[in-house]
């Protein structure tokens, strides 16, 4: 099961690609060594013992006393210096995660929902918070300061990758760092039961260069009409029937019930990482989100074919 689970490395503890799970990663290693000799140590002393009794049995009770009393000695001793050993590993790797607390980070605001993330960044230059949902970017070697709550029940934060998990509590803010030291696409998902649809609470995670980051952000921060045509039948229908819970800025939409749409196209996956960005997905997932996700807080909205096809040609423009 442990190959299995780390076999793509996307979501995994066992792959770290970040300070803090490296930390967490040498006090894994750390403790399942420890622990396997001690199992060791005392199956391998079990064992001895019963031979030991078989072959002579009530010889000499004084003797056989003194190896009792010999064999405990050693157990106190190996009991000691494991969990020494355990303490000190644990003390350092608990230091790690918290080695960047005091220092300046980017920050960014994430928010559970049942079942999806509200993620928001903060723009360097103007100081607004931008907000997007579902994935999280992050740049290469600089410390990302993730401000975790929740709008509704308690999820959990977890990019296995990257760093620990931590809990998203309504009404609490927790924090996170997360310190990334290689590229590349990971996944993150909720790791607290939320409800029926908590499997398809995931959100995808890119590790880039700084440089990369700083153009992405820039065009995330821009509304949507810089980038795309927002006139036409897909958007006339966006506004009459989706515009009271999603936003589109430069738009006339505006809710804030579900996700931040004005980039949507630009993301990798759809609602929270159930289904990929294709312009079929989305088809789909506007014509039926109830049958893909049942229990959602998207509504089934009664659309014609064309229809949805419309919106989705629409969406997939918005990149
Ligand atoms: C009652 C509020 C509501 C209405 C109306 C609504 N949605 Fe949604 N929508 C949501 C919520 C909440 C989610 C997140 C669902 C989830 O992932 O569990 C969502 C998710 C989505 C997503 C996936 C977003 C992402 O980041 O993965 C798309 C695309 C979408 N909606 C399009 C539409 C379109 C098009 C319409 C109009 C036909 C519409 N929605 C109407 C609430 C709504
Ligand atoms: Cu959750």
């Not at 690609?17 to 399942?32: E, K, P, R, Y």
């Not at 030991?52 to 006393?65: F, I, L, P, V, W």
């Not at 106190?76 to 000190?88: C, E, F, H, P, S």
Request: charged residues 20%.
């Amino acid at each position: 099961m442990l190959i299995l689970s780390a076999c793509t490395g996307v979501q995994s503890p066992l792959a770290p690609a970040g300070d803090q799970a490296s930390a967490l990663h040498m006090l894994l290693i750390v403790m399942t060594v420890v622990c396997g000799l001690v199992y060791l140590l005392v199956m391998g002393g079990l064992v001895w013992a019963l031979m030991r009794a078989r072959s002579r049995r009530r010889k000499d009770e004084g003797r056989a006393e003194k190896r009792v009393d010999r064999a405990l000695h050693v157990a106190a001793g190996v009991i000691v210096v494991g969990l020494t050993i355990l303490i000190t590993a644990s003390f350092f790797a608990d230091r790690a995660l918290f080695a960047t607390r005091g220092q300046d980070a980017m920050a960014v605001r994430v928010t559970g929902h049942q079942w999806w993330w509200r993620i928001e960044y903060r723009d360097p230059a103007s100081g607004r918070w931008i907000e997007t949902a579902n994935e999280l970017h992050l740049p290469l070697g600089r410390t990302t300061r993730v401000e975790l709550t929740s709008g509704d029940v308690i999820h959990s934060f977890w990019v296995p990758n990257v760093s620990g998990k931590i809990d998203m509590i309504p009404g609490r803010r927790n924090l996170l760092d997360l310190t990334p030291r290689r590229t590349g696409w990971f996944r993150g998902a909720c790791t607290e039961f939320c409800g029926a649809q908590h499997a398809h609470m995931a959100f995808d995670v890119k590790v880039e260069a700084p440089a990369d980051f700083d153009l992405w952000l820039k065009t995330q921060a821009a509304p949507a009409a810089s980038g795309a045509p927002v006139t036409g039948r897909g958007a006339q229908l966006f506004a009459t029937k989706c515009a009271a819970c999603h936003r589109i800025r430069g738009t006339s939409a505006t809710g804030r019930a579900g996700p931040d749409l004005t980039h949507i196209a630009a993301r990798r996956s759809i609602a929270a990482g159930t289904l990929p960005m294709t312009r079929g997905a989305l088809q789909g997932w506007i014509a039926q989100p109830q049958a893909l996700k049942p229990g959602t807080s998207m509504p089934a909205v009664p659309l014609l074919p064309a229809d949805a096809d419309a919106l989705a040609a629409y969406l997939a423009r918005l990149r």
